[in-house]
């Protein structure tokens, strides 16, 4: 069975590309077949964070009518494969976000998780990309305002009957004006809290590599979250590679 998983946010800029490139990297490593969908309609970026812009056949060519879907799928290195969108304004002429539900059913069976980025804001393109999917991700910061658009999310998705499967707090860095876990936890009240992701340069580094992180930087703070978070959407476990202490590095018979 294929699980359609739309990763939501509401506010803009919190990091649902970054989850969804790199979720669905760290699920292609633990040996699932997943595949990453950009279902940012007018302003797409999933390919760009996987640094391949530019495909003969995109969502927009599907939604159009002039071709299939399993046409505009695409292998990446990364281990997942890609349904980009169109990059050029032009691509929107003609374009019905309301078609997206249709236009993936033709994928169904084809991996065992298709991953929705969906755009900021709840307008036409996220409902689309929620009413599409059996589950939603909600990603949000520890910020009043980008919560505040997290819940709406979550109202939305109860309203479409699409189930959420938790939220991810991402960009932690444990600052005095940052929300605390708790506070969080208050307002999402009901929600399933899948991880907190710290603030974390490696991130940001390995955007502008275009390499998820996780690939880039396997050891990063980031990416041992976003490990144990794609694991825990499958019910794995993630094993932490712990880091040997120096002592031991320089005396290995030290501590047995
Ligand atoms: N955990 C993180 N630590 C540091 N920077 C991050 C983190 N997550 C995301 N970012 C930065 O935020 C930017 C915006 O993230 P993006 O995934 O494009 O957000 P959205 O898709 O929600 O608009 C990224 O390009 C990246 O530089
Ligand atoms: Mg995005």
Do not use: C
């Not at 990453?36 to 530019?54: E, F, K, Q, R, Y």
């Not at 919560?147 to 860095?173: C, H, M, P, Y």
């Not at 955007?207 to 880039?216: E, G, S």
């Not at 396997?218 to 590679?241: C, D, Q, T, W």
Request: charged residues 20%; without cysteine; hydrophobic residues 45%.
């Amino acid at each position: 069975m294929t699980r359609i998983i739309a990763v939501v946010s509401g506010k803009g800029g919190v990091g649902k590309t970054t989850m969804v490139a790199n979720l669905g990297t760290a699920l292609a490593k633990m040996g699932k077949n997943i595949i990453i969908l950009d279902a940012n309609l007018t302003t797409p970026s999933l390919g760009m964070h996987l640094g391949v812009p530019l495909y003969p056949v995109t969502l927009h060519d599907v939604l159009k009518g002039r071709a299939n879907i399993k046409d505009a799928v695409y292998s990446h290195e990364s281990g997942v494969r890609i349904v980009p969108a169109g990059i050029s304004l032009r691509d929107m002429r003609g374009v019905d976000s309301k078609d997206l539900p249709n236009a993936l059913l033709d994928l169904l069976g084809s991996a065992e998780i298709i991953l929705l980025d969906a755009s900021a804001g709840l307008g036409r393109e996220t409902l689309a990309a929620i009413e599409a999917a059996d589950e939603m991700l909600v990603v949000t910061n520890p910020e009043i305002s980008a919560v505040t658009d997290a819940l709406k999310a979550v109202k939305v998705a109860e309203q479409l009957g699409t189930r959420t499967a938790g939220f991810i707090v991402n960009r932690v860095s444990g600052k005095s004006h940052e929300m605390t876990r708790r506070d969080i936890l208050n307002m999402l009240d009901n929600v399933n809290f899948l991880g907190e992701v710290p603030e974390d340069i490696a991130v940001q580094r390995a955007v502008a590599t275009r390499i998820p992180v996780v690939n880039h930087s396997p050891n990063a703070a980031a990416s041992n979250e976003i490990m144990r978070i794609a694991a825990g959407l499958v019910g794995e476990e993630h094993r932490f590679k712990p880091s040997m202490p120096w002592y031991k590095k320089m005396f290995p018979f030290m501590g047995r």
